[in-house]
């Protein structure tokens, strides 16, 4: 998804009515802080009033789904996003919990029919998380370009 923002509809980049879930792992937090950052940043640029986002924290990306799930149940946003950042260490837990995590997200987005922007990067090191930060300035433009699609089709 890097070269989204390449093809992004920009009819579709308003999010001044919209109101936008973060739930974010604090897992790797000094990578996902920035992540965060970079995912506020992008929504204010694209008009979301910072009044009109919830920015909830889990420890880490087992958790996010769950998290999801509540803030998609009350009922009140229009896209939600999930931020995270799983880096691989020797043992196959890895695999479970990045395979189990975006599970979980899209189960969300599925149950709810409700766009959910999966932030969770899945990375062998450190340095390749620096390099994909601004996943989280993706997510805020795939969140709120998802909200008023499903918005004009009556979803």
């Given at each position: 998804?890097?070269?989204?923002?390449h093809?992004?509809?920009?009819?579709?980049?308003?999010?001044?009515?919209?109101?936008?879930?973060?739930?974010?792992?604090?897992?790797?937090?000094?990578?996902?802080?920035?992540?965060?950052?970079?995912?506020?940043?992008?929504?204010?640029?694209?008009?979301?009033?910072?009044?009109?986002?919830?920015?909830?924290?889990?420890?880490?990306?087992?958790?996010?789904?769950?998290?999801?799930?509540?803030?998609?149940e009350?009922?009140?946003?229009?896209?939600?996003?999930?931020?995270?950042?799983?880096?691989?260490?020797?043992?196959?837990?890895?695999?479970?919990?990045?395979?189990?995590?975006?599970v979980?997200?899209?189960?969300?987005?599925?149950?709810f029919?409700?766009?959910?922007?999966?932030?969770?990067?899945?990375v062998?090191?450190?340095?390749?998380?620096?390099?994909?930060?601004?996943?989280g300035?993706?997510?805020?433009?795939?969140?709120?370009?998802?909200?008023?699609?499903l918005?004009?089709?009556?979803?």
């Open positions: 998804m890097r070269h989204a923002q093809r992004d509809n920009p009819a579709l980049l308003d999010g001044t009515e919209l109101r936008i879930g973060i739930v974010q792992a604090r897992f790797n937090v000094q990578l996902t802080d920035r992540m965060a950052e970079a995912c506020l940043a992008e929504l204010h640029g694209l008009g979301v009033k910072p009044d009109a986002v919830r920015h909830l924290t889990v420890p880490g990306a087992l958790e996010v789904p769950q998290a999801l799930a509540a803030m998609a009350g009922g009140s946003f229009d896209a939600l996003i999930a931020l995270g950042c799983v880096i691989r260490g020797d043992t196959y837990h890895f695999e479970l919990v990045c395979n189990t995590s975006a979980g997200v899209q189960q969300v987005a599925l149950d029919g409700l766009p959910v922007a999966n932030g969770i990067i899945t062998d090191t450190e340095a390749q998380a620096i390099v994909r930060i601004d996943k300035g993706e997510c805020a433009r795939v969140a709120v370009e998802m909200a008023n699609l918005a004009q089709v009556g979803a």
